[in-house]
């Protein structure tokens, strides 16, 4: 078992940034490709970015990839999401995801283990 736990979220003006941090604990952190996906209000959860076990394979969804970066720290067992330039496009909650593939996913249902969110809201 992993368990997941995001923080970070809050209210910011567009333009702002914000880093959003997901500590695990349980199984060994290390061993998991982990991600972030996101979901607005009455939309359905959506893949940001994700990152391989060694953080060699890094992966983001199109539409963030210049504003997004992943990140992650095997020994602190936490993976990070760096948001610069926040639209108001970008409220959502936030969850982090944890996968046993060696190569993360795009797909919610690669993942095997979920956090309970974090609120991001940016107001314009």
């Known amino acids: 078992q992993v368990q997941l736990v995001e923080s970070g979220g809050g209210l910011v003006q567009a333009g702002g940034s914000l880093r959003l941090s997901c500590a695990a604990s349980g199984r060994t952190f290390s061993g998991y490709a982990m991600g972030w996906f996101r979901q607005a209000p009455g939309k359905e959860r959506e893949f940001v970015a994700a990152?391989?076990?060694?953080?060699?394979?890094?992966y983001y969804e199109d539409s963030v990839k210049d504003r997004f970066t992943i990140s992650r720290d095997n020994a602190e067992n936490t993976v990070y999401l760096q948001i610069y330039s926040l639209k108001p496009e970008d409220t959502a909650v936030y969850y982090c995801?944890?996968?046993?593939?060696?190569?993360?996913?795009?797909?919610?249902?690669?993942?095997?283990?979920w956090g309970q969110g974090t609120q991001v809201t940016v107001s314009s």
């Open positions: 995801a944890a996968s046993f593939r060696v190569l993360p996913g795009r797909v919610a249902d690669e993942y095997d283990y």
């Open positions: 990152i391989s076990w060694s953080g060699t394979n890094i």
